[in-house]
Structure formats: structure tokens, C-alpha cells
């Protein structure tokens, strides 16, 4: 089985599990070929040498010189002007009726012209959507070809109207949701008939990669890490102030936040205004060498999120035996079970955050049954390898009886062309 994989940007620090997870269906023996939107998020120097080898193999859609996208679509609009012509209606359907909307769907609709002519080019007729699954839909308008949708979480299901999820899966072969909550979600975005495509294959984690760190059994001061993009639906800004709730009560700790973006210059301020500047800093991206050394470091993970899927560092810190805090929404609870193999707090509820930090502050005893456990839970249900191989079983039994309809194409115009001489 050959099939491609369309990723908004590959690779991208936020998404190293896709990284892992087409090592391993590829080592199942379906033959992916990638192709991202955008170029790698990061120059080369600062990939690691699995990204650096994925990206020379990546086609790159933005990349294309403007002339050669140019030619392309004269050469589409030539040879298959009906598939043009309900690709640029699928796109226009699509669009916010506001010049922006109209506008940035017109981009989709070329990168989508784009994609189909590299999937020609490979003799691919199946296409994996992660994170631009508009373009994938007009992909599906423009020519013979089939997609499949990946959702992970906030970013896909928050505005299932305004993003139109409904359209997505009514165009898509099958859904992979990451958690029964998406699921939930994906329910109520289309209508019942279209629930059997809905698929649930969790992500996972190598756990050799993350292995258990160094207990320590009276930290001073104890050191908490918060991993996640710095923006509103993260909720550091409540963190900071069950942070300010614990210095208060003269707790001796330090918050290392790690990641960037929008929120940043917001919680900078917030820090200085509470006087936190001592007790956290921001750490800002990190590379995966410089996130296991703080890994390493950190006697708690704590996440405050106002929206997951499934969070993919909370698997990492709880590979690690880290004890970890977070809120009872969306997808975590599938994930830590409260007393069990983590915390859990009401969501919003900044007291409750505060004193589930402070119960792993005070007992040794709970962080180490935690961290254990955690682990556990992982090696159990979250392995890359196990995740990776049910995803591949579920893409063979929705695909296995689909033609390949380029190379079908091909062959009948070849036999066409026989005929004819």
C-alpha cells in the first residue's frame, strides 16, 4: 500500500509524534511519501538528524517557484478543465464570505492543484490530511483521488462551523481521532450516517526515549514544568496564579515554562506586575535535547489548558515518572486517572490547582506512586509502536479495495494510445 501524508508543516517542533508514527507505519510496510505546506519551522542546524533526513525526502507545495505553480495550473486547467472548474467551486463554498476568506481559499485552492500534480507524479491516490484538511478537500474536488482526515485537538473541533469539520468528513474515508472525547465532538459535527467513518487510534510515545529521571526526595526548591504553546487556550495565566496562590503561602518553588507564542509578552508582564520574576521563567522553544535536560530537572509537570486532545507531554513526563497535574477536561481524563497515576483539578478553578501542586510538594511518598504508575500507563497504552501499527490495520481496511486511480488512469490511456497506432 502506498499512500501520501499532507502535514501543515513537517517537520515542526509541536509534532514529533508524526515524525515517529511514519517511521513505524513505514516499518509495517506501507510506503508513505510526505508533503507539507510549509517549510520546517526551524532552520536546518537546528533539526535533529531524523528531521534533517525527513525533510530532503518532504515535498515542499509552498517551495514551488511561482513560475512553475503557474505552469501547473495552466497545464490542469488544459488537460482536466472540469476537475479545475469543481475544485475552484469547492474552494469558493468553503470561503467566509469576507475578501480575507475568499482570498486565503484561493491559496488553498492552488496548493491543492499543487498537491494533486505531486500525487500524480508519485502515482499516489490516497492522501492523510494532519492540520490543512482544506486543502485536502479540494484535492478531492480537483481529481480521482481520496483523503483521510487526522484531528488531534482544539485547533480542529473549536470552531466546527466556521473550519467546516462537517465538509472535511463528509469528504474523508474514515476519521482518526486521538481521543473518545474528539470523537464525541466529530459526533456532533456531522450527521449519524457518518459516525462509521469515525476511528479511534490514540497517539503514543517511544518510551526508551523518555525514560524515568532521577527521583529526588526533598527538593528545594521544587521544580514544576509547563510544556505548551504560550496562548490563551494553554491557561498559563491561571498557572501564574495558582503560582502566586503557593508563594503566598510560602511554598519554595521554581515554574519553568516551555514554549513560545502569542501569550508571551502578556505573561511577562503578569510575572512582573506578581512579583514571580524569581520563581518563573520562560523558557521559550525547546529543542528535544534542551526539553529531556529540563525533563530531567523538573520534581512536577503541571498543565492548565482550557482545551486539549490528548496532550503529547503529558505522555512524555509521565514516560518519565514524572508526577503530573492537570485539568479534568476533553481527552486527559482518558489519559490520568485522578489518585491513580496522576492529579487531576476542577478546570478554572485555581485553588484546586494550587493545592494539587502543593499535596506533590509535601509527599515524596505520592509523587513516587504517581510517577510509577504514570509510567506504566504508557508503556501499556500509549506506545508509539502498538498506536502506530493500529492506525496502519484501520488504513488497510479502508483501503485495501480502493484502485489506485492514477496508475489505473495511466493505464488506460497507455492501452488508449495502442489502440489508436
Known sequence: MKIGYLIGRYPAINH?????????????????????????????????????????STFYIKATPTWKAALILVKSALYTPAGLLRGLRGAFHMAPRTLRGLLYHLFYFVEAV??????????????????????GVIATKLAPITMSLGVYGFGDVFDPIGTGLAVKVGASVFIRSVSRHLCSLLMLSCPPSEWLKLEYAPLGIDPQMFLPTRFRFDPVPFRMICVGRLSPEKGQR??????????????????????????????????????????????????????????????????????EGIPMVLMEAMSM???????????????????????????TDVDDLASCILRLMQS??????????????????????????????????????????????????????????
Not at 515517529?20 to 508513505?32: A, D
Not at 500524480?120 to 482544506?134: A, Q
Request: net charge negative.
Open 364 to 421: 515524596s511518598e505520592l509523587r513516587r506512586s504517581l510517577g510509577l504508575r504514570a509510567r506504566e500507563c504508557i508503556t501499556r497504552n500509549y506506545s508509539v509502536m502498538a498506536n502506530a501499527e493500529r492506525l496502519a490495520a484501520i488504513m488497510r481496511r479502508h483501503l485495501a479495495e480502493r484502485e489506485p486511480q492514477f496508475a489505473l488512469s495511466s493505464t488506460k490511456s497507455d492501452h488508449a494510445r495502442t489502440a489508436a497506432n
Open 16 to 56: 514529533g509524534y508524526l515524525l515517529e508514527e511514519i517511521r513505524v507505519l513505514r516499518s509495517s510496510g506501507i510506503e508513505v511519501e510526505v508533503a507539507s505546506i510549509n517549510l520546517p519551522d526551524r532552520p536546518d542546524e537546528s533539526l535533529t538528524a531524523a528531521e534533517r533526513q525527513a525533510r530532503r
Open 238 to 307: 491561571l498557572l501564574l496564579t495558582a503560582a502566586d496562590i503557593l508563594k503566598k503561602g510560602g511554598a519554595d518553588f521554581v515554574l519553568h515554562l516551555v514554549g513560545d507564542g502569542p501569550d508571551r509578552y502578556a505573561l511577562e508582564r503578569e510575572i512582573a506586575v506578581g512579583g514571580l520574576e524569581s520563581l518563573v521563567i520562560l523558557e521559550g522553544n525547546a529543542d528535544q535535547e534542551r526539553l529531556l535536560a529540563l525533563y530531567r530537572s523538573s520534581d512536577a509537570f503541571v498543565l492548565a489548558s482550557l482545551y
Open 114 to 135: 499543487l498537491l494533486v500534480d505531486w500525487m500524480k507524479r508519485s502515482e499516489i491516490s490516497h492522501v492523510h490530511v494532519s492540520f490543512c484538511g482544506t486543502v
Open 321 to 347: 515518572e514524572i508526577p503530573c497535574v492537570a485539568p479534568r477536561i476533553t481527552g486527559i481524563p482518558e489519559l490520568i486517572h485522578d489518585g491513580l497515576n496522576g492529579l487531576l483539578f476542577t478546570a
